[in-house]
């Protein structure tokens, strides 16, 4: 028998990380759900295109039985990358490069979503559960939504990304600010809303890097474009600058400040997205953390080792959490849950250590006098 047998799993979030676990245990035979804040499966818009590498996010989906599904769902090409300068100028083209590595296959958040809850057995997901708190319960816990709802569980995994409510209870280790904040925004129809942009993604990525800024820029497969901006701020930017990020008049008269020198084409960005646009400090967990293992609860993805975005490597992480989690769960050799998710989370914590490291380098040199130059050399290496 494994540990978990005959115990009440709850997973607390359904992003990918959390859906993948799900699936997983599920193929184990493990009796679990997940508990979702949306109010269902169609609540909101997601968010840009997601490149799976073939060490992490690819196993995790090979592993749950569904490569067939990301085959048909992925998009050829989107994996494409255009390096830019301010001035629009471009510096390197994956469109020509007939030798276009492709272990980093592209699909959009939304499609990955839902191959994932198809894949889940009908009332996995238990929808429009905002979770309140959670408090001890015998040997598990009993978990309190903002519906007044609640429910109870042997073993709850805190999915529930970079504001975890769960992951206090495991640990006081807190994340440290980078440096950098992004400004996220959204283009509907790019075509039409952002002609020059459209043209110069061409279904791809754009990356444009200059003056220690970075707008990235991503194709969606409805026909949107989703753009990040990135600045060098200090942690309290977002409340002092006093910006009103819904009105889109003031987020305009910010960027002609930020990004002023750069080629007038990139204000297609903000004169065609849609409000709110979103800012969002970016925050890394200390590499070196470490804590207790408890027998009950215990994180994955950015609720366990939150990083910015730089490496490309918060989704693969969140998937290859899943995939290990579930293997120590479910491993006969384990004698009881504790000793399982010691071992998963002494795994976890020493990848993170190696990768977090690896972003916030890249966080910093993309973000430095020379970002194009070091862009340019680690695409090329």
């Known amino acids: 028998m494994s540990t978990v047998t005959n115990k009440k799993i709850a997973i607390v979030g359904g992003g990918p990380g959390g859906l993948t676990l799900a699936r997983l245990l599920q193929q184990k035979g493990a009796d679990v759900h997940v508990y979702e804040r949306d109010l269902n499966r169609d609540a909101r818009v997601q968010g840009a295109t997601l490149d799976l590498h073939e060490e992490s996010g690819l196993m995790a989906l090979q592993a749950a039985g569904l490569m067939d599904a990301f085959v048909t769902n992925h998009r050829p090409g989107a994996d494409r990358v255009r390096i830019v300068d301010a001035d629009a100028t471009i510096h390197l083209d994956d469109h020509t490069n007939e030798n276009k590595d492709a272990s980093r296959p592209e699909i959009d958040r939304g499609p990955l979503r839902d191959i994932l809850l198809d894949s889940l057995l009908p009332g996995t997901v238990v929808w429009n559960s905002h979770l309140m708190d959670m408090k001890p319960l015998g040997d598990g816990w009993q978990i309190n939504f903002q519906n007044d709802t609640s429910a109870v569980a042997d073993l709850v995994i805190a999915a529930d990304g970079a504001n975890s409510k769960l992951r206090p209870l495991v640990t006081s280790i ?67 600058s006093s910006i009103d ?86 491993d006969e050799n384990f004698t009881s849950t504790k000793m399982a998710i010691a071992a998963y989370e002494q795994q976890m914590l020493l990848r993170f250590a190696d990768i977090g490291g690896i972003t916030l380098q890249q966080t910093a040199s993309l973000h430095s006098a020379d970002g194009l130059m070091n862009m340019l050399l680690l695409v090329t290496a």
């Not at 819904?246 to 002023?260: C, D, I, L, N, Y």
């Not at 070196?288 to 910015?308: F, K, V």
Request: glycine residues 8%.
């Open 174 to 240: 807190r994340p440290f600010y980078s440096g950098v904040t992004i400004v996220e925004g959204t283009v509907y129809n790019s075509a039409i809303n952002a002609p020059a942009v459209h043209e110069l993604l061409k279904g791809g990525k754009i990356f444009a890097i200059s003056d220690e800024k970075t707008i990235i820029v991503s194709s969606k497969g409805d026909g949107s474009l989703v753009f990040y901006t990135g600045c060098k701020t200090d942690e309290d930017w977002v409340g002092s």
């Open 245 to 330: 990020f819904s009105h889109k008049a003031q987020v305009r008269t910010w960027f002609e400040q930020m990004f002023g020198d750069w080629n007038p084409i990139w204000l297609e960005l903000i004169d065609g997205a849609t409000t709110p646009f979103t800012p969002r400090p970016q925050y890394c967990m200390p590499l070196d953390q470490q804590w207790e293992s408890l027998p009950n609860l215990t994180m994955l993805g950015d609720a366990a080792h939150l990083m910015p975005p730089y490496a490309g490597e918060g989704v693969n992480m969140a998937m290859l959490d899943a995939l290990e989690l579930s293997r120590c769960l479910t």
